[in-house]
């Protein structure tokens, strides 16, 4: 099995930073590409952010230039970095890794909360 641990979320003031963490461990042999993903209440979860086994990134379009995803191969972890925060920021916030060549994401993390106020 896979586990996908989860950090960093809270509370934040407009304007503010937050780094998510998300650690994997458990029984894989590699991990491909690793991305983000957010709920906000009563939405639909949308596409954060993805980054490749290679290093290359792609964001949302609205949130290139706030947020940056990166990797550290050697923790099996991947990070966002949330800059300028804004209340429409709020949302649980869940990675994702690949681990196989079948699909895109194997595993979920369970999410955590990251809550922007004003």
């Known amino acids: 099995q896979v586990q996908l641990a989860e950090s960093g979320g809270g509370l934040v003031q407009v304007g503010g930073s937050l780094r998510l963490s998300c650690a994997a461990s458990?029984?894989?042999?590699?991990?491909?590409?690793m991305g983000w993903y957010r709920q906000a209440p009563g939405k639909q979860r949308e596409f954060v952010a993805h980054?490749?086994?290679?290093?290359?990134?792609n964001y949302a379009g609205s949130l290139k230039g706030r947020f940056t995803i990166s990797r550290d191969d050697a923790k099996n972890t991947v990070y966002l970095q949330m800059n300028s925060l804004k209340p429409e920021d709020t949302a649980v916030y869940y990675c994702?890794?690949?681990?196989?060549?079948?699909?895109?994401?194997?595993?979920w993390g369970q999410g955590i909360q990251v809550t922007v106020s004003s």
């Open positions: 994702a890794i690949g681990t196989t060549t079948y699909n895109e994401y194997d595993y």
């Open positions: 458990g029984d894989f042999f590699r991990i491909n590409g």
């Open positions: 980054i490749s086994s290679g290093g290359v990134t």
